[in-house]
């Protein structure tokens, strides 16, 4: 991947934070995430009952569907109160999750095509296809690792959510399209305080940046145990690599 290739995708992402009202999202030990709002307060948000569920907000969501051709998309008509506040004899909709299509739509605006990128509404496909040599702009890394602005950070998505939870840095050759996960993209560094800032979709139901401890060598961790889990990083194949791990 070119460094203006790099450059664009950082741009993509921090352009759609800013369209979502740059959101920031702190991760408090126990691996949980909160929402900082505009009081400084951190709250939870639940699932259908934060920003995309806004007039305003939520055709973003289906621009984002739009790129993986995912059929059900968002429900756009029923908006401004939470899905399980919806008034009527329907049942809830449900909302889908949509944190990969918002991560393939991303990379189809830099410009990174089908076959360096394989995007879909599910993390574990485009994780697997580039461990598999499947798509040529990322290697897929166990963690502790190395990342650098314009990789992928991923985590196992929680129990509650129905996906298994289990996946670790030394099972990631068993991540099938199946399992449930998360990833954000590493947008800036901050070796001063030896942390990482990287933007996701749908956390806490918006596009949030999230600033990520790592470890004392400056690598991602699975054990540091503060808003998620990072069992990997997708490192970006770079004409000129940036990083070693150590």
Known sequence: MSDAQVASLIHSAETEWVRWGAMRAYGLPGNELCLVISDGSCQDVQDGCGQEQTTALCPLVDEYWAQVRYAFGHDCTRNDVCEWQWPGPDEPVTTSAW??????????????????????????????????????????????????????????????????????????????????????????????????????????????????????????SFDLDRGRKWVLVMRARRASPQLVDR
């Open 99 to 220: 944190s990969a299509a918002f991560i393939s739509a991303v990379m189809a605006r830099a410009g990174i095509s089908q076959t360096e990128f394989r995007r879909d509404h599910r993390h574990a496909v485009y994780i697997a296809a580039a461990r598999d040599g499947q798509a040529s702009a990322y290697e897929v890394v166990p963690t502790p690792a190395m990342a650098a602005p314009g990789d992928l950070i991923c985590a196992g998505r929680k129990s509650g959510s129905g996906w298994p939870s289990h996946i670790t840095p030394a099972t990631i050759a068993h991540v099938m399209a199946g399992v449930g996960m998360h990833c954000d993209l590493v947008v800036s560094m901050d070796p001063t305080h030896n942390t990482l800032d990287a933007i996701g979709g749908n956390v806490k139901q918006t596009v949030a940046r999230t600033t990520v401890d790592l470890d004392e060598m400056g690598r991602v």
